[in-house]
Nanobody, 126 residues
Framework: QVQLVESGGGWVQAGGSLRLSCDAS????????MGWFRQAPGKEREFVAA????????DYADSVKGRFTISRDNAKNTMYLEMNSLIPEDTAVYYC???????????????????WGQGTQVTVSS
């Protein structure tokens, strides 16, 4: 399976921006569709955004549409999540995930993802 490491989390005031990165290793990155999920304290893990293997198809949760942008650079084995106009409700641990090898389309279901990173904390203050 592919190994994933997130970075770029931190503390930001409401209205600010952050860019998360997810570095992949161990397998051919372009074989995997990817996604971002988040989990706030006391809540279930929820879908944020997903990108197909090529980057040509993306999907977003309604709560982040127009504010977040997912992208990937297969040459660098890296996926990104650009987060703008952050609000306190975006506070959570953010996880990147890879779908099972060969499944190249987007998905919003955690069960469709086989590999997960350790997470990076994003805190948005009001």
């Amino acid at each position: 399976q592919v190994q994933l490491v997130e970075s770029g989390g931190g503390w930001v005031q409401a209205g600010g921006s952050l860019r998360l990165s997810c570095d992949a290793s161990g397998r051919t990155f372009s074989n995997y569709a990817m996604g971002w999920f988040r989990q706030a304290p006391g809540k279930e893990r929820e879908f944020v955004a997903a990108v197909s293997w090529s980057g040509g198809s993306t999907d977003y949760a309604d709560s982040v549409k127009g504010r977040f942008t997912i992208s990937r650079d297969n040459a660098k084995n890296t996926m990104y999540l650009e987060m703008n106009s952050l609000i306190p409700e975006d506070t959570a641990v953010y996880y990147c995930a890879a779908r099972r090898q060969g499944w190249r389309g987007t998905s919003s279901r955690p069960a469709d993802f086989a590999s997960w990173g350790q997470g990076t904390q994003v805190t948005v203050s009001s």
